[in-house]
């Protein structure tokens, strides 16, 4: 799952995507549980720097 989600950020990093960015915001609040997980951190940095570009 980890790098399906890294996959979709590339894509919407590439083509900055509306939609594409709301499910993937909504993917990251379902990893809430996780979120001390290293991976789970990952990917939260990469959605933080999607919102701040």
């Known amino acids: 799952m ?3 989600l890294h996959e ?6 590439a083509t900055r995507g ?6 993937a915001f ?3 609040r379902e990893l809430a549980p996780w979120r001390h ?4 951190q990952e990917i939260s940095d990469r959605l933080f720097g999607l919102m701040t570009t």
């Open 2 to 4: 980890c790098s399906t």
């Open 37 to 40: 997980e290293p991976w789970v």
């Open 8 to 13: 979709a950020i590339d894509l919407i990093e």
């Open 26 to 28: 909504s993917a990251g």
């Open 18 to 23: 509306g939609g594409g960015l709301n499910i």
